[in-house]
């Protein structure tokens, strides 16, 4: 074989190498998301920064349980106010007031609440998502992956955050994923842009990182009052 020949074969083989190394840490995400999305029960707890003129809302940790193909609690807080949740398929619970009521996406007054709620409750779903919009995902030490959020991706994220947020054109984001044993075990997301406050006069940058993680993998349960159950007869 001639050196021409030679040096060909090595670049094919280079090139072949390489685009199995890129493709590996996305694989492998993947599959850590799907192994988790499938044990029986899992917990988690979802903590939130948010960071510029909008962080004196400030959003304590949420709690969750969730048993697969039963019920899923939640537990968090806001500003002052604390709040417990509870689904089932597609019924959600909203505990006001020390009183359980059930909420409807077709009712205008809980709408948004139980849109909200549908986003918490599947974590692991969450995760999946984030995984499909990033781009060039890389190992970031011992069981850690990371990478860019997809523009567009970002930007939608960073709507949600509030009516200013919601204008916003543009936005940068990014997504970590943590993995042990084969198995997600932590993610972290972070997007940020600006908004125009004060008559639009001002730009103002927001902030936002997002921490989820998991725990108590296959021996969560999850133990509601009776009150609550007989609403989801």
Avoid at 63 to 79: A, F
Avoid at 156 to 167: K, N, Q, S, V, W
Avoid at 202 to 209: A, K, L, M, S
Avoid at 212 to 232: M, Q, R, S
């Amino acid at each position: 074989m001639n050196t021409y020949c030679i040096l060909l074969a090595g670049a094919v083989a280079l090139a072949f190498t390489s685009n199995v190394a890129g493709a590996e840490p996305a694989s492998d995400v993947k599959a850590a998301i799907k192994k988790l999305g499938e044990q029986p029960n899992y917990s988690w707890t979802m903590t939130s920064k948010t960071e510029g003129s909008q962080a004196g809302a400030r959003q304590g940790p949420i709690e969750g349980k969730s048993v697969k193909d039963g019920y899923t609690w939640l537990k968090g807080t806001s500003g002052e106010n604390s709040f417990q949740a509870a689904a089932k398929g597609g019924k959600f619970a909203v505990n006001y007031a020390d009183e359980w009521v059930v909420v409807d996406d077709a009712d205008e007054r809980t709408a948004r609440v139980v849109g909200r709620l549908k986003g918490l409750r599947d974590p692991a779903g969450m995760a999946g998502d984030l995984a499909s919009k990033a781009k060039d995902l890389k190992q970031d030490g011992e069981g850690v992956y990371a990478g860019a959020l997809l523009p567009d991706s970002a930007r939608d994220l960073f709507r949600t955050l509030g009516r200013r947020a919601a204008e916003a054109e543009a936005a940068k984001g990014s997504v970590k994923f943590k993995v042990k044993d084969g198995q997600l075990a932590q993610y972290e997301f972070n997007v940020k842009g600006t908004i125009k406050v004060g008559g639009e006069q001002r730009e103002v940058e927001i902030n936002r990182t997002v921490t989820v993680e998991f725990k108590d993998v296959g021996t969560t349960k999850v133990t509601l009052p009776d009150e609550l159950l007989k609403k989801f007869e």
